[in-house]
């Protein structure tokens, strides 16, 4: 049985909380001041969350609280609690990214219900499967995946899907960018993303040289998501939330969007004007795409002119003198609209309309700067807009009927019984009806008293009154029954959950068991492992230096397993972080016909889940299932998985914490290119103009370019089989650090060849015998200057950390 579509609103304040239920929101989601992905928007404390959860479930909208960050260790047990707190307050589910804070969730709090943030970065079925299993009733697909996917999922598992309809998107799959991070510290995984993906790039060839045309766009920023005209098609794949971006945009905006999404989900998408597209378009965007699991790809996509707000086309500069501009309006505009002109360098400049002004006249402004004849001029924004997105808040719109009885008996209490839908309340007063002297109280006055309801969500449908013919009542007598009526109402209809409430002594005891840890002892012996891309790197490794190898291809794989196992080393398969069904089942015709591998490194939950159920190999997982505390190390323990790399956002003290507690088989990478960013869109295809990703392996374009940043740094760009990798702009390099990263506890050291043919056996041989204590120091020295000179590095995040 279908559930109906439930419209998902943003809130980032609480009039933007007003606006999204007077609307026609039917659940929202905020953060609180802790643990959240937007830790930079406004967000509420705990007691604005008690009032945000009344004033939504009082009009049968559910609250959904983000504490959708990776968390760290010293933080973990303030998160438990603070989980607990909003169990308590009766929200309707968090919205969580770490598995090791989920895992204790769902059995500590287990009627809390859990979904499954976008960061997850749950694409396929498998992982759907394996959250389902753990404890969510809820996944917000990564806003990739494509209709089928959808489809498939929703028709194999009873699980909830929720998807983004509307607002700004991520260049990168979600839980799997890297660049703010590596750039600056600023971790998306954490809530402090400096959106590098709205900044300039320009295009480089493997030479660094500048190509043509391409210098200074905003290659990594995507148009504004807009689904409306593809409503129908979510519903039918299995969708049954539409979520709506936009928590750190203004009450309008929210109120703007969830009024034509509610009216197109009401009354059809034929029911959309152009006013009301206007009204979507001028209130913020960026351009619109449909996204890509409708096939939106490179420009339909892109926005690479500019990164923000563009509004809509206001008209024409159609002449320009010395002081003057002027502009041929193609749309009215108001006093106090925002008026933005291109200059001739290709900035933009803005200021508020003076003065009122109609659709096909000509009026002239001071020029604001060097602008040409010809130039467009947009309207970015609408005062009239704008009023009339408040004025559809300011006044209570959801009212239930209730149905009230009244018993005023001459000696007896007053009795009144109020009925909303299943709810009953009976309300008496503690003092007796009395026999008037001289005025007796009428049954139009008890009704006319009774149906002040105006400040309320109700309105009065149906009242039966009994009433002595003699009986006095004072009015402010009758008013108390009604207040008194109401507020008890209030109190039935917004506890929605009815959750059994643990008190603090009894929870910190069950809370405790999870913060004792089992450590399994380090191996003593130090392990090189080593990924490799391809065949030809492959070549380059000396198999007596190394403990296990990565293999990220399939080509000859049984010959290359074959030689690997000669040496007796262990023989892994790496997978890519992101494999859909027909990826799976490639993989898993490559597995059959492989014979003595080891493991398999994973980087997805999906196809970690996948491999599990079907194998009989070890699993190791990659940066790709972010592990950044000890509990998700726990985690993904006691789910048989041998070994795990750790994120490449933790600091060595970090680290330090987690091997106390777990220890044993846990990796660092200590060399490598890494991924900033997974694509499924290609930064490419807007230069060759592609509309689709059909011709990837043949592109001239699909390797040896990258994106030049505005300090001058290239971070090179590959094409593989459905999507891009953003490699950091220099490799981490920790040779010379090596002792604090095994003082950390580390017993697994990485390297990660990815895009290099240079340097792969001497940096093998360096790294080997370093951690093997069998080299001179001074030799190790001097190939750390000469690496060094000859190439930019960075360590990372091992000595600094993330915010």
């Known amino acids: 049985m279908k559930k109906d579509i439930e419209l998902l609103a943003p809130v980032g304040s609480k009039e933007a909380l007003i606006a ?127 209709i089928d996917e959808i489809k498939r999922i929703s028709n194999n598992l009873e699980i909830e899907l929720e998807t983004f309809v509307h607002g700004a998107l991520c260049m990168s799959y979600s839980g799997q960018c890297l660049m ?14 400096a959106q590098p993906c709205r900044m300039q790039y320009s295009i480089v060839d493997k030479n660094g040289n500048l190509l043509q045309n391409w210098e200074k766009k905003n290659f990594l920023s995507p148009r504004d998501l807009n689904t409306l005209e593809n409503l129908d098609i979510l519903k039918e794949s299995g969708i049954i939330s539409l979520k709506i971006e936009g928590r750190m945009k203004r009450p309008e905006y929210v109120a703007t969007i969830v009024k034509n999404y509610r009216k197109a989900l009401d009354k059809s998408i034929n029911s959309i004007t152009n006013d009301d597209k206007k009204d979507i378009e001028q209130i913020f965007n960026r351009g619109f795409t449909k996204g890509l699991p409708f096939n939106d790809f490179g420009r339909n996509f892109m926005s690479i002119e500019r990164p923000d707000n563009r509004g809509i086309l206001l008209g024409k500069v159609v002449r320009v003198d010395k002081y003057k501009v002027f502009i041929e309006l193609h749309e009215d505009i108001e006093q ?21 002004a109609r659709k096909g006249t000509t009026i002239h402004l001071e020029k604001p700067g060097f602008i040409e004849s010809g130039s467009l001029v947009y309207k970015t924004s609408s005062q009239s807009l704008l009023n009339r997105a408040k004025e ?76 002595d013919d003699n009986a006095f009542m004072q ?46 002892e380090n191996d003593e012996q130090k392990k090189l492992t080593i990924k490799v891309s391809n065949v030809k790197q492959f070549e380059k490794l000396d198999l007596d230096k190394l403990d296990r190898v990565y293999l990220g291809f399939y080509d000859n794989l049984q010959v290359v397993v074959d030689k690997i196992k000669e040496y007796g080393k262990e023989a892994y398969l790496w997978t890519d972080k992101i494999l859909y069904s027909n990826d799976l089942i490639k993989l898993e015709q490559v597995l059959k016909a492989t014979k003595n591998l080891d493991g398999i490194s994973v980087s997805n939950i999906g196809t970690m889940n996948f491999v599990k159920d079907r194998f009989d190999l070890d699993i190791h ?28 956002e933790l600091n060595l003290s970090q680290i330090r914490n987690i091997i106390k507690n777990i220890g044993g088989n846990l990796e660092g990478i200590v060399y490598g290119f890494l ?96 951690l093997k204590n069998d080299i001179d120091i001074y030799i190790l020295q001097d190939f750390v200057k000469h690496f060094k000179k000859d190439n930019s590095i960075t360590s990372g995040h091992y000595f600094r950390g993330i915010l």
């Open 675 to 770: 991924p900033v960013m997974i694509t499924r869109n290609c930064p490419m295809a807007f230069i060759k103009g592609c509309i689709d990703d059909k011709n990837c392996k043949s592109c001239n374009f699909a390797n040896g370019y990258g994106l030049k940043d505005r300090m001058g740094v290239t971070f090179n760009l590959e094409r593989k089989d459905g999507y891009s990798v953003i490699y950091n702009s220099v490799p981490l390099f920790v040779l010379d650090n090596l002792d604090s990263i095994s003082n950390a506890g580390i017993d697994m050291f990485r390297l990660d060849f990815t895009r290099e043919y240079n340097n792969i056996t001497a940096l093998q041989k360096m790294y080997y015998y370093y």
């Open 621 to 648: 997982t990659d940066i790709g299932l972010n592990a950044f505390n000890s509990h998700t190390v726990k985690f993904l323990k006691e789910n048989n998985i041998k070994s795990i790399t750790l994120s490449p």
């Open 475 to 520: 009015v402010s007598l009758l008013n108390q029954l009604r207040r008194d009526a109401v507020d008890k109402l209030n109190s039935e209809i917004k506890i929605i959950n009815n959750r059994k409430i643990i008190n603090n002594k009894e929870f910190e005891e069950l809370k405790s068991r999870y913060f004792n840890f089992i450590k399994l």
């Open 20 to 146: 999204a239920l007077q609307n026609g929101a039917n659940a929202v989601y905020l953060g609180g001041k802790l643990f959240n992905a937007r830790r930079y928007a406004s967000n509420f404390d705990n007691e604005e969350l008690i009032e945000a959860i009344s004033y939504a479930h009082l009009r049968n909208v559910k609250v959904y609280v983000t504490v959708n960050i990776l968390l760290d260790d010293s933080e973990m047990n303030d998160a438990i609690d603070y989980a607990k707190f909003l169990h308590d307050i009766d929200v309707d589910a968090i919205i969580v990214q770490d598995l090791g804070f989920a895992s204790i969730v769902s059995k500590l709090l287990p009627d809390l219900d859990l979904h499954a943030s976008t960061q997850m970065t749950i694409n396929n079925l498998e992982g759907a499967k394996f959250l389902k299993e753990h404890g969510f009733k809820r996944v917000v697909l990564a806003r990739e995946t494509p």
């Open 392 to 467: 559809s808040y300011l006044n209570e719109s959801i009212k239930y009927p209730i149905d009230m009885s009244i018993s005023i008996r001459v000696g007896h209490k007053p009795k009144l019984i109020v009925n909303c839908s299943d709810k009953n309340v009976v309300i008496t007063l503690d003092k007796l009806v009395e026999k008037s002297q001289k005025i007796a109280i009428t049954k139009d006055k008890v009704i006319e008293q009774l149906s002040k309801l105006g400040d309320t969500i109700y309105y009065l449908e149906n009242i039966d009154v009994e009433i």
């Open 180 to 193: 703010s991070s590596m750039i600056g510290g600023r971790s998306g995984n954490r809530g402090t993303c």
């Open 336 to 356: 106090g609209d925002g008026i933005e002109f291109e200059l001739k360098n290709g900035e933009h400049k803005g200021l508020k309309a003076p003065f009122n």
